[in-house]
């Protein structure tokens, strides 16, 4: 069974731009929640989806946003990038919405913004 | 809102030897799941064990066992037998059972643990 997919596995973009990273879950996952790492914030959750719908936010600004598509692939956006944003994106999906189901996670994007 | 706190933030041990690494939390919810999980340099996190707050059985996976003290809020990782390829960043989470926060973990600021041959 294929694991949490994420693409692509490193982006550079320059400050002003926009961002799109992609998440593909284990087969027949419904979750996806995304966090951010950085070494100075460590783990930070994002948002999390569940039957293409938003059931969770972090405390992130207006311009990280995110969609879940019917497949399960979920796709996060960092628009108006700033330097601030370079972190490793990290993809998790699990079977069930509920909290005891383990999170499989990705091996991550690497941004770095210039 | 919950908080995890690893107050270590570098250990080593010796190939064999066993290691404990320290986690802290503080919430006012009752039910709740605790978790460790591993990065590798690999990046990518693997889950090492899950504890349930409602049992008071520690959890064990093989080599890994945790100490859960509820009341004091405590949750730490003893890796026995330790070997090379244990060499990781580990992090202590929290999640909330039910309710609105659904998938969201918190995490704490890590471990590096580094293990010599």
């Known amino acids: 069974k294929a694991g949490v997919t994420q693409t692509p596995r490193y982006l550079i973009k320059t400050r002003g731009q926009q961002v799109t990273l992609s998440c593909s879950p284990i087969?027949?996952?419904?979750?996806v929640s995304w966090y951010q790492q950085t070494p100075g914030q460590g783990l930070q959750f994002l948002f999390e989806?569940?039957?293409?719908?938003?059931?969770n936010k972090g405390n992130f600004p207006g311009r990280f946003s995110g969609r879940q598509f019917s497949n399960s692939r979920s796709e996060m956006n960092v628009s108006t990038l700033e330097l601030g944003d370079s972190a490793l994106y990290l993809c998790?999906?699990?079977?069930?919405?509920?909290?005891?189901?383990?999170?499989?996670f990705g091996q991550g994007t690497r941004l770095t913004v210039v | 809102a919950q908080t995890v706190t690893q107050s270590q933030p570098e250990m080593s041990v010796q190939e064999a030897e066993t290691v404990t690494l320290s986690c802290t939390y503080d919430?006012?919810?009752?039910?709740?799941?605790l978790f460790w999980y591993k990065q590798p340099p690999s990046r990518q996190m693997i889950l090492v064990i899950r504890?349930?707050?409602?049992?008071?059985q520690n959890a064990t996976e093989n080599r890994f066992s945790v100490n859960f003290q509820k009341a004091a809020k405590s949750f730490s990782l003893k890796i026995s037998d330790s070997q090379l390829g244990d060499t990781a960043m580990y992090f202590c989470?929290?999640?909330?059972?039910?309710?609105?926060?659904?998938?969201?973990?918190?995490f704490g600021q890590g471990t590096i643990l580094t293990v010599h041959p």
């Open positions: 998790a999906s699990s079977l069930h919405r509920d909290s005891h189901t383990e999170a499989f």
């Open positions: 087969s027949g996952h419904r979750s």
């Open positions: 989806y569940f039957s293409e719908t938003q059931r």
């Open positions: 919430t006012s919810e009752s039910n709740y799941y």
């Open positions: 504890q349930e707050a409602y049992k008071q």
């Open positions: 989470a929290f999640r909330i059972a039910g309710g609105t926060s659904y998938g969201k973990l918190t």
